[in-house]
């Protein structure tokens, strides 16, 4: 039996977390990132199949190769962020499976066909893309994932001769709550839900 | 300034949740489904397009019209826990900009094509799904997706006539910790992540 999280939990996971643009100076450690990986991990796959591959780019170099690639939006608070994630995932997956998923052959049934491989991949990896952002949360750590980059240009820049695949990326770091704009609305639970 | 949570909550929503495939009597309330997705909603995606939709099923007649699209291995316990999530996501989800991101015309960022439309739909859907099995964690729930389902079928059963699609089931309820096996293993840092 879990017990439910209390108010203070929930605000800090969901209802007062906010994506932040703005950072304060305080750091993010390489033993605050290892944390993180390892809540992340024990999130659940589809027969652990676990895809989700993470590079945590924290150096002014990593940043340097990293820049090229955002939208002219996602430029200057990438660069002042104490970390960017780059949320990938691995094509080759379905070779861990046999440490990952020991009791039987699962290939054949996340990985049949290079379609079926590649939509366990993005499916489940993404999932796990949301596990870090809460992860990172339930840290005490402020998170600010971007769509807007160029895939392409992140893969050539950090993935080239390997089986890895930019999917997000995820800033890390303390927000300045100073430079947040007011929150936006959500949809109430009749547009975007319904009992049967 | 967000405090992190204890170990007692981070255990909760990660290092001792289990996906469950057995489950409790106990019942999962209508207003716990609200709660959860009122948690789900607060969760980040691009430019706040929150195309993620949830069908709720708890009655018998719900579940029995789920029943024929589901992987027999996933049948049983489908059919015996409390609610069963269809997570799912509106191709529509554009419609909804003006009133989810006021400032701006959003449409060109994330739905100028109708593929960039798709993916957006589906990323961000899918890191929805992802915010869902934590938050129902985090309201002491626990929590089994599944993907091994026809998503056509869910599709003609619940959506017909309707811009929403299937992505992922997720089964909720109290876990029956008897019916679980033991733990499968992760990847470590070193075979999953890098520092950059």
Redesign the interface.
Known sequence: ??????A??????????R?HGGWTSEPVS?DQ??QL????????T?V?C?P????????P??KQ?LAPALSSGNLDKTMAAPVTVIAAW?TAFHE?LP????HADAKP??AATPEAAHK?AT??S??????L???A????L??G?M??FDAAKVDAA?FAGTTWKS??LINLG?GDASKLHGR????D?D??????
Chains 1, 2 share one sequence.
């Not at 039996?1 to 209390?6: E, G, T, V």
């Not at 440490?99 to 020991?102: A, G, I, Y």
């Not at 936006?184 to 949809?187: A, E, G, I, K, T």
């Open positions: 039996m879990s017990q439910p999280l209390d203070a939990a929930l605000a800090t996971l969901f209802t007062d977390a994506t390489d990132i290892r990986y390892d809540l992340v991990k024990m999130g659940p589809s652990n676990s989700a591959r993470f590079v945590f780019v924290r150096t170099e990593g190769r691995d861990q440490f990952l998923f020991p049934w996340v366990t499916y489940n993404t999932l796990q893309a949301g596990y952002i809460l992860a949360r339930a840290l005490g402020d998170a994932p769509a807007g950090f999917g997000l303390h936006l609305p959500r949809l639970f547009a975007a839900a319904r009992l049967a």
